[in-house]
């Protein structure tokens, strides 16, 4: 008989096509995107739109107070390029203004952890500089959604309601937008924020008075937000108010408007690492991008093609290695305009080759970071049970302080998004959620939170700095494959992001599963290092599955010496990913828990 579908079984099908296609975190986002893309806008144009749509629709996960890495593939230009939409500490963020408030670390939560938000200045550069639509044309369906109303999803109810009393009690201006009514907003009900739907309308108002093309009417854009009504309004909300943080007493913020003002996104070259027929583009080290880089350089000497991706073997292989890439993280990454990160060596066979040896068949307990000679810092590890929860705090995340194992509370956003041209874009737009800091009454959102990731230790690489751009755990990725375009793809996680699009990408290219299949695998994450959130704590050893590894293999793992927990059956990643391949377009997206809605077009 005739085998009419050979393909093996996915929770959705693998999108293919040939005009372009769109993959995010949330269904309206893809759908903005798309339709950017029908209306003749290019990839740049549809990622714009998207992004601002995602800061209304999913504002538990990412804002217009956030930041955003980008990593793209112009056609014109023939190369991946990075964007960094990482704004840096201001220029009242010193160690010893922090250490003379009697604090040890940057609060989890409130305006002292605060950067220079990075967002809309980002999304107009890219709009300027790779895109061919006005201002007006990719706002338009965020401020639709933010006056009109979308359907709330679940996460942001549980979200809210986590908060609920910290926004009663210390941040009124929260519970004005997201207690309407005095009430938790019910899951499906229409939620609005006409007050953000207004301050974009006030920017393209500006944007428009004096003519010109869509040049002037982006730097008119820009002005308004960095030097104009939006700057004054962040200005005076740090001067004014003392809002309570983690630390358990309130604080005014350091963020001024000069801060915004001076800063500006930076196109950078990315770095890169040859894996096969990959060529694999990140970040620089001001993000967390290159451990997955360090990842790919320690697993080149193992033989995994063939193995089981879901077995015992391949787990064992790649948690391993990346507890020693993460190791690396924390001991030397940091912003390069600051310190001088040793990423020649870090990627270097030599080096790899040394820390590849450390890889045994019994799994590490240690926190093991390698040497080079004049560069690093130390790190004061902190275990998980030193510190409790508190609301809002950190980047809430899988399986870390007041959550089960593999409980997913929510985080970031991602979308990839590939036009007909083949121009190619991945990026990770997050902070400013609603659970981070109060809104500001007069703007409709709260400032970001990412100040937390610097250390308060001199002499560390991430050390806090006025100027220093935090180690962000950001982490959107591009390949090439022969030379060409290929892959782009990413996930929300906080520090599981660059395990999980490790996983993906082995998937992918030594086991043969299409973007979907490489998705839906099973999956984990390692907890061994340092979080990159307050309260930067570790679980040594510690190895979260889903339950769909099998109960053999979770026994081998233990056996060899992982604490393993179990989360459930669908709870680890978030990802999506697209590719060109000649004429084709393809396109996938997570089936997972509380990003379930997660859709590719």
Not at 138 to 161: D, K, M, Q, S, W
Request: charged residues 20%.
């Amino acid at each position: 008989m005739a085998i009419v579908n050979p393909n093996p079984f996915t929770t959705r099908p693998e999108i293919e096509g040939s005009f372009g296609v769109v993959t995010s975190t949330h269904w309206i986002a893809t759908a903005v995107g798309m339709g950017m893309l029908e209306k003749g806008g290019n990839a740049f144009d549809a990622a714009v739109a998207a992004a601002f749509t995602l800061q209304v629709v999913e504002p538990h996960l990412n804002g217009p107070g956030g930041d955003v890495p980008i990593v793209l593939y112009d056609v014109r230009k023939g190369r991946p390029e990075v964007i960094c939409g990482q704004g840096p500490a201001p220029a009242g963020a010193t160690i010893a203004y922090y250490r003379g408030l009697g604090l040890d670390m940057v609060p989890g939560t409130g305006l002292l952890a605060a950067c220079v938000p990075g967002t809309f200045e980002t999304w107009m550069t890219l709009l300027l500089e790779y895109g061919t639509m006005r201002p007006a044309d990719v706002l338009a369906p965020a401020i639709f959604y933010a006056r009109e109303g979308h359907p709330l999803v679940e996460r942001a109810n549980a979200t809210i309601r986590s908060v609920e009393t910290l926004f009663r009690q210390h941040w009124p201006t929260s519970a004005a937008v997201y207690l309407p009514g005095g009430s938790v907003p019910e899951i499906g009900s229409r939620f609005v924020n006409p007050v953000l739907a207004d301050t974009y309308t006030r920017i393209l108002r500006e944007a428009s008075n004096g003519g010109g093309g869509r040049e002037q009417e982006i730097a008119r854009a820009r002005k308004a937000w960095s030097e104009g009504f939006v700057a004054d309004a962040v200005d005076r909300f740090c001067r004014t108010q003392k809002v309570m943080d983690t630390s358990g007493e309130p604080h005014r913020g350091v963020l001024s408007g000069h801060d915004m003002a001076i800063w500006k996104p930076r196109i950078e070259a990315p770095l890169t690492y040859d894996y096969g027929r990959y060529t694999v583009c990140k970040a620089g080290p001001w993000s967390q991008g290159p451990v997955l880089l360090q990842q790919l350089a320690l697993l080149k000497g193992f033989h995994l093609d063939g193995l089981d991706v879901a077995g015992p073997e391949f787990i064992h292989t790649v948690v391993e290695c990346a507890k020693l890439a993460f190791a690396d993280r924390e001991t030397f990454y940091g912003d390069p305009d600051f310190v001088k990160v040793p990423m020649d060596v870090l990627l270097s066979d030599a080096y790899n080759d040394a820390r590849r040896k450390l890889v045994q068949h019994a799994a590490s307990l240690e926190f093991r970071p390698g040497s080079v000679e004049g560069f690093g810092g130390t790190v004061k590890l902190r275990r998980a049970e030193e510190a409790g929860a508190t609301a809002g705090a950190g980047e809430p995340t899988v399986g870390r302080i007041g959550t089960k194992p593999g409980e997913v509370r929510g985080d970031t956003v991602h979308f990839d998004i590939i036009d007909r041209a083949g121009n190619m874009i991945s990026a990770t737009p997050s902070g400013g959620w609603l659970q981070s800091s109060p809104v500001i009454p007069d703007l409709g959102f709260c400032l970001g939170t990412r100040a937390q990731m610097f250390w308060l230790e001199e002499g560390h690489p991430a050390a806090l700095a006025p100027g220093k751009r935090p180690r962000t755990t950001l982490s959107p990725t591009l390949a090439l494959r022969d030379g060409e375009p290929y892959l782009a793809w990413g996930t929300p996680g906080g520090d599981q992001q660059d395990q999980w699009t490790t996983q993906l990408f082995l998937r992918h290219v030594h086991a043969g599963m299409n973007l979907q299949e490489a998705i839906d695998a099973p999956a984990w994450h390692s907890e061994h290092f340092p979080i990159s959130f307050w309260p930067r704590t570790a679980r040594p050893g510690v190895l979260v599955v889903e339950e769909r590894v099998s109960p053999e293999a979770r026994r081998e793992l233990s056996a060899r010496g992982h604490i393993v927990e179990v989360g459930p059956a669908w709870s680890e990643g978030r990802l999506t990913a697209a590719s060109r391949d000649g004429w084709r377009r393809r396109a996938a997206a997570n089936p997972r828990g509380m990003q379930g809605y997660a859709a590719g077009r």
